[in-house]
């Protein structure tokens, strides 16, 4: 276990077999051979029975962009609670779609709302079940299983519960990444999925230096050969290796000094040829991937040298101000800001200080380290990030926020803010700009304005 990483006290252990009494339901429920598209959060369903027949469900996509306000308009906690159990039995039925979809709701409603009691009681029906679609499921089944072992592991945060998922789950998620034979979208899910379970769960040195010399072997296959041009053309696997990398990267915050000696020795003289890609996704988190490699060279030796900074700079500095015609405006934009932070980073050791907000509270993200360990978490908990931030205690150890903040239901009630009156506001926020932006674009109305 590295030194700097730390971790919670050790969970309550649960008990397996939570949802496994519905498995009859849902076989019966596609006995006809019948597929159909199961969204699991209405409030038509009457039981689990009903909820392996019936196909007039609500989106449970859209269950993830409520996030918990959800719960205050359609339900109780026993209300979820009940639908979850549902949607557990579900991922046994005979119909991929189904399953996958059961994936999801799982992996939407945990991503919004803090359900530990809950899963540590079926902890190991979950894993089962995620086990089963890894193994036997094709590429989207794959894709949701993967995700929801993310967001399990965040959510039980470090303990016996996550070492005990990963201890099941990594070896089946290795052998997918390193599968030629496996879909691109799983393999690069199971990357993301490998390294940040790792680095919730891992407590075992070897196991961690397993894992990056697991997603080493898949993104240093996009390292530039010295026969090679000097540009590197994108391939289908190229998303395959930028999740790679970031995993690789994350795992690289929490390893040993003498650990991070040894892979910068590696990797600093050939992850520049990354910045080469063709693909604006590759480029930039090959930079972002180097700006926190420098932060921690410069964490271990104050005095750092880089013997080809000179180049390294100039190839910095054309990204930040890359021109070229052949590329969309939107990638040139996007690419030109991120590279002037990072050449910032390698040339004056300074990071623009972000500011995030959440309920009442601020985290300021002032490292590279930090908005590299931010970034991969709001990927996976998107609009629940928020959320996880004010009450998962793992994540604020992580981000060194103290114990959660107590509010009581006055005050909580005043931040919140009703769907209708969100939606009165954006309508007119987008009435204002739009009325701004035709009156910037007609000039004829300007002329009229002056005379």
């Known amino acids: 276990m590295p030194k700097n990483k730390k ?36 409030d038509e369903d009457a039981s689990i029975e009903t909820m392996s027949h019936c196909s007039g469900y609500s989106d449970p996509s859209s269950f993830a962009e409520d996030g918990p306000e959800v719960l205050d308009e359609e339900g109780s906690q026993e209300d979820l609670e009940y639908k979850l159990k549902g949607l557990i039995d579900l991922t046994l039925d005979k119909s ?61 945060g470090p303990g016996i519960e996550s070492e005990e998922i990963l201890k099941t789950l990594g070896p089946i998620l290795k052998k997918i990444i390193c599968d030629g034979t496996a879909s691109i979208q799983a393999r690069q899910t199971c990357a993301t999925c490998f390294g940040v379970c790792c680095f919730i769960a891992t407590d075992d040195i070897t196991e961690l230096y397993s894992t990056l010399e697991c997603l080493e072997s898949i993104f240093t296959k996009s390292y530039i050969k010295e026969k090679d041009t000097n540009v590197l053309c994108s391939t289908p696997s190229t998303v395959l290796h930028i999740s790679s990398l970031l995993a690789w990267t994350l795992l690289l915050t929490i390893c040993p000094i003498s ?28 930079g972002e991937s180097l700006a926190l490699l420098f932060e921690l060279a410069r964490g271990i030796e104050s005095d750092f040298f880089y013997e080809d900074m ?81 009450s998962n205690e793992f994540l604020r150890n992580v981000f060194e926020l103290g114990p959660p903040v107590m509010l009581d239901a006055a005050t909580l009630k005043t931040m919140k803010i009703s ?22 674009r007609d000039k004829r109305a300007d002329v009229g304005e002056f005379f």
Request: hydrophobic share 35%; proline share 2%.
């Open 7 to 42: 971790r919670n006290a050790p969970h309550r252990g649960g008990s397996g077999g939570g949802g496994g009494s519905g498995a009859a339901a849902a076989t019966a429920a596609t006995a006809g051979g019948q597929h159909r598209n199961v969204q699991p959060f209405s």
């Open 310 to 390: 000179e180049s390294l700079t100039q190839m910095l500095r054309a990204l930040a101000t890359d021109g070229n015609k052949h590329r969309a405006k939107v990638d040139k934009r996007k690419q030109r800001s991120v590279f002037r932070d990072v050449l910032r980073a390698v040339e004056e050791r300074d990071f623009p200080t972000e500011t995030v907000k959440f309920g009442p509270e601020r985290m300021y993200i002032d490292s590279w380290v930090k908005k590299h360990t931010y970034d991969t978490f709001k990927e996976i908990l998107g609009s629940g990030m928020q959320y996880h931030l004010q």
């Open 259 to 286: 650990e991070v000696k040894k892979k910068l020795e590696m990797h600093f003289h050939k992850l520049p040829s990354l910045l080469s890609c063709d693909d604006v996704n590759m480029r930039i988190a090959a």
């Open 96 to 156: 991929a779609k189904t399953r996958q979809a059961a994936l999801e709701g799982i992996k939407n409603a945990l991503a919004s709302k803090m359900l530990c009691e809950f899963i540590l009681e079926r902890r190991m029906t979950l894993t089962d079940s995620i086990e089963r679609c890894l193994k036997k499921g094709k590429s989207d089944e794959q894709r949701a299983a993967a995700a929801l072992a993310s967001v399990l592991c965040i959510q039980l």
């Open 419 to 440: 769907r209708f009156e969100r939606h009165l506001y954006n309508s007119a926020a987008f009435k204002a700009r739009t009325k701004a932006r035709s009156k910037c």
